[in-house]
């Protein structure tokens, strides 16, 4: 009970971080009906960033723990929102009227041209860096030694998590930029008439994403204090993964996705094999597209004529 109790922490913590990720998928979906590929490459990106912000912080003789967190958080978003915009404006606008095929090989290129950038830049190894916070909370004692217990990083990646998520809820729901998307994910030629730029809003939409990822490639960076270039490829399956569990173009479902995409991969490494885990996630990819391709949340789409 106490080592479920332990996997289950670390699956919601692994899973809110996917569920990050998911969601840049789901509302990039949901508006122009297409999967950025090259997503994943933004988290990574994110991790990067939060890497070389610290150690610039620290050549300048910056001790202030809160200070060097909110720098790097602050350049993490600011740099990758920018990558997200021009994304949207080198691989995706001029492809937006062709057909879905050229746009998915156009986001399979950045993604690949993302992926080798980092390494040229970076080099292949891992980068690591030490522990900024640490501590936690001790829910249980066992007396041969075994603990559970909950880090204090842990629980600023599901607390932070939850308040993104309702931020953008809030945002698509209850704001100007949110009924520009809903109008956008519903016709785009008739947003125009009415006014709508979209142009404008899908760029934004796909800043959005990117800041998504990057926090959460800030927050794993925080978590693991391990990043490479080619983490962002197999995070982002598994988010796509997620988003496809919990029905693309919804934002619950890619939470939701997320969180069990995080459990299952935590279940299975915890009771079944490590190696094997990532085998365990994507047959789940597979099991969903054969028995209910439109994910949990889903809704069957309808096309007019």
């Known amino acids: 009970m106490d080592y479920l109790l332990q996997q289950l922490i670390n699956g919601l913590t692994l899973g809110a971080v996917y569920g990050l990720i998911a969601i840049g998928y789901t509302m990039v979906f949901g508006i122009i009906g297409m999967i950025n590929f090259a997503h994943g490459e933004i988290y990574m990106i994110g991790a990067f960033v939060t890497v070389i912000s610290f150690v610039v912080c620290g050549l300048?003789?910056?001790?202030?723990?809160?200070?060097?967190?909110?720098?790097?958080?602050?350049?993490?978003?600011?740099?990758?929102?920018?990558?997200?915009?021009?994304?949207?404006?080198?691989?995706?606008?001029?492809?937006?009227?062709?057909?879905?095929?050229?746009?998915?090989?156009?986001?399979?290129?950045?993604?690949?041209?993302?992926?080798?950038?980092?390494?040229?830049?970076?080099?292949?190894?891992?980068?690591?860096?030490?522990?900024?916070?640490q501590g936690g909370v001790t829910l249980m004692d066992r007396a041969d030694g075994f603990t559970v217990s909950v880090s204090y990083m842990q629980i600023i990646i599901m607390v932070l998590t939850v308040a993104l998520m309702t931020g953008v809820t809030l945002v698509?729901?209850?704001?100007?930029?949110?009924?520009?998307?809903?109008?956008?994910?519903?016709?785009?030629?008739?947003a125009a008439l009415l006014g709508v730029n979209v142009?404008?809003?899908?760029?934004?939409?796909?800043?959005?994403?990117?800041?998504?990822?990057?926090?959460?490639?800030?927050?794993?960076?925080?978590?693991?204090?391990?990043?490479?270039?080619?983490?962002?490829?197999?995070?982002?399956?598994?988010?796509?993964?997620?988003?496809?569990?919990?029905?693309?173009?919804?934002?619950?479902?890619?939470?939701l996705g997320g969180l069990l995409i995080g459990l299952i991969e935590s279940f299975w490494a915890g009771y079944v094999s490590a190696q094997y885990k990532d085998v365990a996630v994507f047959g789940i990819l597979m099991l969903v597209l054969m028995l209910r391709p439109n994910g949990l949340f889903g809704r069957p789409e309808i096309e007019k004529v």
């Open 172 to 190: 698509i729901r209850r704001t100007t930029l949110g009924r520009a998307q809903r109008a956008c994910e519903q016709d785009k030629v008739m």
């Open 199 to 255: 142009d404008r809003t899908i760029a934004i939409t796909f800043v959005i994403g990117a800041v998504l990822a990057a926090i959460a490639g800030f927050m794993v960076t925080m978590y693991y204090g391990v990043v490479d270039f080619f983490m962002g490829f197999l995070a982002g399956m598994k988010a796509f993964t997620a988003a496809v569990l919990g029905g693309i173009g919804s934002l619950p479902g890619a939470m």
């Open 60 to 133: 300048t003789g910056m001790d202030n723990v809160a200070v060097m967190l909110a720098v790097a958080l602050i350049v993490t978003i600011v740099v990758t929102g920018l990558y997200g915009w021009t994304i949207e404006r080198v691989a995706y606008r001029p492809l937006r009227n062709a057909p879905r095929l050229a746009a998915l090989i156009s986001s399979i290129g950045m993604s690949v041209l993302l992926q080798n950038y980092v390494q040229l830049l970076q080099g292949a190894r891992v980068k690591t860096m030490q522990p900024v916070m």
